[in-house]
């Protein structure tokens, strides 16, 4: 009877280690085929944050070339700016120089007298310029404008003109603009051209 029993012992250590034995190996496949798959995905997840981070660090430079060039558009268009007001500003004290009242009268007799000669009545032309220039040009250079004010030029102030004149040639219907900021900007829309094809 022991010896049977010893059999019987034998055959079930023998299969219960056939069936440890199987299902070590069934648990280690499942564990390798686990451990290819994580590994699958993690390298599937590494790819995908690698590109993740090219089409960010694409996007980056792109926003960072982008600013870059705003940023000397801006600059550029400051730099105009500053010039064109630096121009204007010079543009602004040489007209204003250039329009003292000896000039004006001088300027205004010419005009007159050529108006005058191509059968213009006198008596049609009014001028306006500031109050001081007025004043000085009635005090000291009326010889030179005296026929013309006989004949019924009008001159009269104007408190938005700083320097120069604006003439008219129908009673004031339409003016032409000697000032200081007319001449400015004459002058201005010539330069400015000029300018912008010197910075370009």
Do not use: H
């Not at 299969?15 to 451990?35: M, S, V, Y």
């Not at 500003?89 to 010419?110: F, H, M, R, T, Y």
């Amino acid at each position: 009877m022991s010896e049977k029993l010893k059999e019987l012992l034998n055959k079930i250590n023998e299969e219960g280690l056939k069936r440890a034995e199987e299902k070590a190996r069934t648990i280690d496949a499942e564990a390798r085929k686990n451990a290819e798959t994580t590994l699958k995905d993690a390298k599937k997840e590494a790819n995908k944050i690698i590109e993740n981070a090219r089409v960010e660090a694409s996007k980056t430079k792109e926003s960072v070339e982008r600013a870059l060039k705003q940023a000397a558009r801006d600059l550029m268009l400051s730099l105009k700016d500053e010039i064109r007001k630096t121009l204007d500003k010079i543009i602004a004290a040489d007209a204003a120089k250039a329009l003292s009242p000896e000039d004006i009268a001088g300027i205004l007799k010419d005009l007159i007298e050529g108006y005058a000669g191509k059968g213009g009545k006198v008596s049609d032309i009014k001028v306006l310029l500031n109050s001081a220039d007025l004043e000085k040009l009635n005090k000291s250079f009326t010889a030179k404008l005296k026929e013309s004010i006989k004949s019924g030029l009008e001159l009269k102030p104007a408190q938005n003109i700083n320097a120069g004149f604006s003439i008219s040639f129908d009673k004031g219907k339409s003016f032409f603009d000697f000032t200081d900021e007319g001449l400015k900007e004459a002058l201005s829309a010539y330069l400015n051209p000029e300018v912008q094809k010197i910075l370009k």
